[in-house]
């Protein structure tokens, strides 16, 4: 089971971004993709949640209106479209898989799975 994470990069405040995550040698897990991130010295954070197939996407709040979760199952990617980015976007960006319905989707010990990060830098 792998997950691979892309598309960060050095972007200027305010500018956009996409990453991408795509599932290898498998489709995703049923029980949905999220993307975290980790900023130096913090705590990993949750930032967004989609479901395999129907519901709605879940997000943390203070990305809500700038960032986008979406999948194509078809191509076996996950992105987050993240717009309007600030300086404290800055860390490295994971996706991630649970192999249970079981715990928070907020909580990072719920996953079992995860991508190898991409890092996102944003200058003011």
């Known amino acids: 089971v792998q997950l691979q994470a892309s598309g960060g990069g050095l972007v200027q405040a305010g500018d956009s971004l996409k990453l991408s995550c795509v599932a290898s040698?498998?489709?995703?897990?049923?029980?949905?993709t999220s993307w975290f991130r980790q900023a130096p010295g913090k705590e990993r954070e949750f930032l967004a949640h989609?479901?395999?197939?129907?519901?709605?996407?879940y997000y943390r709040d203070s990305v809500k209106g700038r960032f986008t979760i979406s999948r194509d199952n078809a191509k076996n990617t996950v992105y987050l479209q993240m717009n309007s980015l600030k300086p404290e976007d800055t860390a490295i960006y994971y996706c991630?898989?649970?192999?249970?319905?079981?715990?928070?989707?907020?909580?990072?010990?719920?996953?079992?799975?995860w991508g190898q990060g991409t890092q996102v830098t944003v200058s003011s």
């Open positions: 991630a898989e649970r192999s249970t319905g079981v715990g928070l989707l907020s909580t990072s010990s719920s996953y079992k799975f």
């Open positions: 040698e498998r489709t995703f897990s049923v029980y949905g």
């Open positions: 989609i479901p395999w197939s129907g519901g709605s996407p």
